[in-house]
């Protein structure tokens, strides 16, 4: 029998820094699911990514909230790349607003796949590993702003707090099955979804012309830039290699020097 691809499931992978690391996977050799929330997108990018990596990237529909859902992808990697390696629980999304008027229905949607969507994603991870004998390796999106609070990003803020916290449950917790659970924290990074939160912090008032928010933060970083998804894949590389396998429970910093602990 030949050997088989280990298998990676990527969350939040159409876009951004999760389609960033799956193309890290892919060029280690790993069989990897795309598991995104938009189809489209999430196909387009399968499409793309399959020009240099035929037969070793597939789609599938994924709300990390939806525990059925993260289970058909995580199935989906066993029956095509014969297990799974890797778990990288990528998904995630912000919506700023002034902390006196942060809402009920913000908070409840951004902790749902912030937070209950990584619980979810290190639970199901495990359980295939477990079931398979892998000494596998799941790896949280964590951010600066679960390491230090900001006004206009409390939910946020406090979703990230929980990936970290859930990183070191979820490393206690699994250690003694050789399971690894370690976290990478972006700062700021140029994505789609830092468009996205631009157009909303100018909609609110907390910015007034586009990029205005993201060069205010692009001031504190010591490196004197803001990210793009390339300068984060190395470390994510790093968690997913054997390098880190005497590591569990930790949380890395990538943000050019913005927060300094």
């Known amino acids: 029998m030949a050997e088989r691809h280990k298998g990676a499931v990527v969350t939040g992978a159409a876009r951004g820094i999760g389609r960033q690391i799956a193309t890290g996977l892919l060029q280690d050799g790993f069989g990897v699911v795309i598991a995104d929330l938009d189809p489209m997108v999430g196909q387009a990018t399968v499409d793309e990514l399959a020009k240099a990596h035929a037969g070793r990237v597939i789609f599938h529909k994924v709300d990390v909230s939806d525990r059925a859902e993260v289970k058909g992808a995580i199935a989906a990697c066993r ?4 297990g799974l390696d890797v778990m990288i629980n990528n998904a995630g999304f912000n919506k700023p607003e002034p902390f006196l008027e942060a809402t009920e229905s913000t908070w409840n949607a951004i902790m749902n796949v912030n937070g209950l969507g990584v619980l979810i994603g290190i639970q199901e991870a495990a359980r295939a590993m477990i079931a398979d004998g892998t000494k596998g390796k799941i790896i949280n999106t964590a951010s600066i ?3 230090t609070g ?5 939910p946020y803020s406090a979703s990230k707090a929980v990936v970290i916290s859930l990183t070191q449950a979820g490393a206690r917790a699994l250690a003694a099955k050789g399971i690894t659970v370690n976290a990478f924290a972006p700062g700021v990074v140029d994505t789609p979804l830092w468009e996205k939160l631009d157009k909303d912090l100018m909609a609110m008032g907390a910015s007034s012309k586009p990029g205005e928010a993201m060069n205010s933060l692009a001031s504190q970083i010591l490196l004197g830039r803001v990210a793009k998804p390339t300068d984060v894949v190395g470390t994510v590389r790093f968690l997913w290699s054997d390098q880190s396998d005497y590591m569990t429970g930790q949380v890395l910093l990538i943000d050019g020097g913005m927060i300094l602990q």
């Not at 029956?79 to 014969?82: D, H």
């Open 145 to 147: 702003a679960g390491r």
């Open 150 to 154: 900001f006004a206009d990003f409390a």
């Open 79 to 82: 029956k095509t790349f014969g």
